[in-house]
Structure formats: C-alpha cells, structure tokens
T-cell receptor
Framework: KAGVTQTPRYLIKTRGQQVTLSCSPISGHRSVSWYQQTPGQGLQFLFEYFSETQRNKGNFPGRFSGRQFSNSRSEMNVSTLELGDSALYLC??????????????FGSGTRLTVV | KQEVTQIPAALSVPEGENLVLNCSFTDSAIYNLQWFRQDPGKGLTSLLLIQSSQREQTSGRLNASLDKSSGRSTLYIAASQPGDSATYLCAVRLGTSGSRLTFGEGTQLTVNP
C-alpha cells in the first residue's frame, strides 16, 4: 500500500513569504501529525489533526498553522517566514487519535530552505 | 515534561559486531515507545514498536527491550552490516499526550566494511 506522501520534497522561499506543505496519509489513517527537524533542536512536535480537528499543538508561534480535510489529507502553513524556519518538515500518519497500537508512519519530508 | 536521552550520540563499529543503542526517558507513564531509523536527508523508517505492557519486540536482526520502571529501552542490532549505517531515534508517546511523540537526539551509527 502507498505510504505517507509529502509534497513538495524541496522548497526554497524568501524571508517574509508564506509556504504551504501538503501531506497525504496512508489510506485509512485518520490522524496526521507534523514535526519539524533541525540540527539544533532535533525533532519537535508541531500539531496533530484527527477528523479535521486539531487535537494537540506544540510550542510553536502562531505563524505555524495547519488543517485537515475530510479525506484526511493535511496541510501546514507557515506565514512570514524566518531564516530559522529552515528545516525538514515531517508528517506522520496513524490509524486514529489515541490509537497507539500501530505506531506512526512517517513521510519522506519536505526540506524547506528560507533565504 | 518528558525528556528522552540517547547514548551514545555516535558510534562507529566494524562490520559483524553486535551492538546496543540506549534510550532513557524521564516519565515512566508511557503509552508506547518506537524506534526509528533515519538515513541522511530522508524521512523516518519505523523499526520496532513496543507497547507499555510489553518487554521486548524482535524483527530480524533487531531486538528492542523496554523497562518502564527504570525508564530505559535498548535496541540491539546483531551482526551489523554497512547498510545499517544511519541515525537511530527512539520516540516515546505518553498516555496523556494524545499522539505526540517525544524524540531523543538520536545515535549516529557507522558500520565500517
């Protein structure tokens, strides 16, 4: 079966711009989580969506937002980009909120570079 | 606040060696623990998932153990191969944090031919 699909794979943006990243979870998975990975901070949780509702949010500024559609696909948006937003953004899907039996499957990530 | 620590940060071994990677966590009220592998510039590949009620999981040459009371997990890799070279990450999910995973910093493994 298809895995978690993230698009685009690579992105270069200028400071002040905004960006939208997309994540399509594994078919049947209803929970989508987003993580930011940087060399200095490691992997940090951004937010989690289940059934089109944000269920959990990490400690990131309001410039970071997301949403989930009825088909479970999710997008995250970063507005007013800063150099420090350069990172690998990873999406993970799971069968359901609080359903931990199956763990999480991650996508290949979107590499965002802010110049 | 849950903290996850992985030791060592980097490890270099000759091919064929058996090795152990360590992961410790501060809050023992975990729901499960998952080990991942990450190749440079790539996403995470799940290796093993251990539920809080389990003591260990095995997959091929990999064996992961969990000791909740001491806040530790180990990943044992038998007969290491150059293809095992990657960064290994452990991630803990607390029972009270929904689906949030807390990751360690990872162990960068190099297996030399």
């Amino acid at each position: 079966k298809a895995g978690v699909t993230q698009t685009p794979r690579y992105l270069i943006k200028t400071r002040g711009q905004q960006v939208t990243l997309s994540c399509s979870p594994i078919s049947g998975h209803r929970s989508v989580s987003w993580y930011q990975q940087t060399p200095g901070q490691g992997l940090q949780f951004l937010f989690e969506y289940f059934s089109e509702t944000q269920r959990n949010k990490g400690n990131f500024p309001g410039r970071f937002s997301g949403r989930q559609f009825s088909n479970s696909r999710s997008e995250m948006n970063v507005s007013t980009l800063e150099l420090g937003d350069s990172a690998l953004y990873l999406c993970a899907s799971s069968l359901g909120f609080r359903t931990g039996d199956y763990g999480y499957t991650f996508g290949s990530g979107t590499r965002l570079t802010v110049v | 606040k849950q903290e996850v620590t992985q030791i060592p940060a980097a490890l270099s071994v000759p091919e064929g060696e058996n090795l152990v990677l360590n992961c410790s966590f501060t809050d023992s009220a975990i729901y499960n623990l998952q080990w991942f592998r990450q190749d440079p510039g790539k996403g995470l590949t799940s290796l093993l998932l251990i539920q809080s009620s389990q003591r260990e999981q095995t997959s091929g040459r990999l064996n992961a153990s969990l000791d909740k009371s001491s806040g530790r997990s180990t990943l044992y890799i038998a007969a290491s191969q150059p293809g095992d070279s990657a960064t290994y990450l452990c991630a803990v999910r607390l029972g009270t944090s929904g689906s949030r995973l807390t990751f360690g910093e990872g162990t960068q493994l190099t297996v030399n031919p």
